[in-house]
């Protein structure tokens, strides 16, 4: 707005000026033209993902699992490549922010647990029944088509994993914690669903200063797991990449742009 405003004054005392010529633009090279494009190749070192990955297991808390974030391509790595190494290193869990970006990693032969990020449309809950991905749980809405759709699959079919998220701080996604609780103790109470999880995220664990505030976003998080009551299957997890070592008692951590 500030910037709005400048322009809108400048152009006022502009016009009051007398009017002069004003030369024409010159013309622009084509940037289509292939001298003047450099070629770019990105080379990635799997060998050192692997190493990464590795690494990081071996830092954090022993019972904290490891949830490798390929979201963006794996932020321009290559998600299917990058996920079939973490895969074969003994990674159990991967998110994404999108289901497109999840059912490509599915039909690549991912079989590890993943969780997408984004809101789910009710819509687009089929297909994640039918590539098996986690839901980010973060409304009493999502919840009731969750569990409406979970009473029309067959008893036969696998359960709809649910991760509820739990609104700490971030203002992004996700409700109240007492809401979150009492959506997950109705997840936990349906006949097709399974709660895999209650989550958050931290607003600035990258931030030293800010760590009071990341141990009271995790305290708020845990209160809501303990008002949820026991999740056979679930853990709770906040942990991105800057938090990792330091808040790894989250149960799960997340990193995603990481070097060993």
Same mark, same amino acid.
């Given at each position: ?78 998600s299917v490549r990058v996920a079939q190494a973490l895969q074969d290193e003994g990674v159990e869990h991967f998110a994404v922010a999108r ?5 490509? &990693?599915? /039909? #690549?032969?991912?079989? *590890?647990?993943? =969780? ?9 809950? !089929? +297909? ?92 708020? &998080?845990? /209160? #809501?797991?303990?008002? *949820?009551?026991? =999740? ?9 990449? !800057? +938090? ?17």
């Amino acid at each position: 707005m500030i910037l709005a405003c400048a322009s809108s004054a400048l152009s006022q005392k502009v016009s009051s000026l007398p009017a002069r010529a004003v030369p024409a633009p010159a013309t622009a090279s084509p940037t289509t033209d292939p001298t003047l494009l450099t070629p770019t190749t990105a080379t990635v070192d799997l060998d050192a993902v692997r190493h990464n990955a590795r690494l990081i297991q071996r830092r954090t808390a022993p019972t904290a699992a490891l949830m490798a974030v390929v979201k963006a391509d794996a932020y321009g790595h290559g998600s299917v490549r990058v996920a079939q190494a973490l895969q074969d290193e003994g990674v159990e869990h991967f998110a994404v922010a999108r289901v497109s970006e999840a059912v490509r &990693l599915r /039909e #690549a032969g991912i079989e *590890a647990s993943i =969780l997408v990020f984004e809101a789910p449309l009710p819509e687009h809950l !089929p +297909a994640y029944a039918r590539y098996r991905l986690d839901v980010n749980v973060c409304s009493k809405a999502v919840a009731g088509a969750l569990v409406q759709l979970a009473e029309q699959r067959p008893p036969s079919e696998p359960p709809l994993r649910a991760h509820v998220k739990v609104e700490t701080g971030m203002e992004r996604l996700g409700d109240k914690p007492e809401v979150a609780a009492g959506i997950a103790g109705r997840l936990r109470r349906t006949d097709g669903v399974e709660v895999a999880g209650l989550w958050t995220h931290f607003v600035s664990a990258d931030d030293p200063e800010q760590q009071a505030f990341t141990r009271r976003q995790l305290g708020i &998080l845990q /209160e #809501a797991a303990d008002s *949820a009551g026991p =999740l056979p299957n679930g853990r709770v997890h906040a942990a991105n990449t !800057p +938090a990792m070592l330091h808040f790894a008692e989250s149960f799960r951590i997340r990193p995603g742009r990481s070097r060993g």
